[in-house]
Every structure is written in structure tokens, then in C-alpha cells.
Nanobody
């Protein structure tokens, strides 16, 4: 049974930082591209960041580029999202998602293309 468990969310002031983690109970974790999405109240789920299976390639939404960094440790079956310079508009429930298969980038960032999802961790940024 596949499980993705996010952690690291919390309340932070604008300009602060948080590091999210997603621990995956998934066979052959290293073949999955890992993704972070977020969903704010009343809004659709949106793509945040993606990392290729072996880790060298990353892709970000324009809204977080230069502030957020995605990374992974395949030995620990874990993916991370380092979030710096946080803004109130970053407030959302953050989900990690796994997608099998090749390719990365905008064509592979749709929520419908993911194979597995976590339940999310809440990030609240106060002004």
C-alpha cells in the first residue's frame, strides 16, 4: 500500500522559512517524479514544484521560483520543499504527489497526471 505523508507545515510570519518533508512508503521510489502542489481555501489545487526521479532536474511554478527549492533523498524515500521568503499568499494546504514514468516540466505538472497523493500539511503565513 502506497503512502505519502507530509510534515513540516505550521504558522510563520511573512519573510520566514519552512521546510516541508514528504516520506514515501512506495516501492521503487527512485522511479517516481515527485511533486508538490498546494490548495488555498476556495481555490483550485495548483502545481508548485517538481523533481525528476534521479534528482538533477527540477521545475517550479513562476509564483515560487527563486524562493522555493525542491530536493529528494532516494535513500530515505523522502522529498523536501524548502520555502524561503514566504508571503501571505503562500498560505495553503501543501500536498506531495508521485508520478511514474519519464518526463518533467509543464507538460507533466497537471494534478490529474499524478499516481499517488498525500493528505497534505497546512502552511499559514501571517502578514
Amino acid at each position: 500500500q502506497v503512502q505519502l505523508v507530509e510534515s513540516g507545515g505550521g504558522l510563520v510570519q511573512a519573510g520566514g522559512s519552512l521546510r516541508l518533508s514528504c516520506a514515501a512508503s512506495i516501492r521503487f521510489f527512485s522511479i517516481y517524479a515527485m511533486n508538490w502542489f498546494r490548495q488555498a481555501p476556495g481555490r483550485e489545487r495548483e502545481f508548485v514544484a517538481q523533481i525528476s526521479p534521479s534528482g538533477p532536474n527540477t521545475y517550479y511554478a513562476d509564483s515560487v521560483k527563486g524562493r522555493f527549492t525542491i530536493s529528494r533523498d532516494n535513500a530515505k524515500n523522502t522529498v523536501y520543499l524548502q520555502m524561503n521568503s514566504l508571503k501571505p499568499e503562500d498560505t495553503a494546504l501543501y500536498y506531495c504527489a508521485a508520478r511514474s514514468g519519464p518526463g518533467y516540466g509543464s507538460a507533466y505538472s497537471a494534478p490529474g497526471g499524478m499516481d499517488y497523493w498525500g493528505k497534505g500539511t497546512l502552511v499559514t503565513v501571517s502578514s
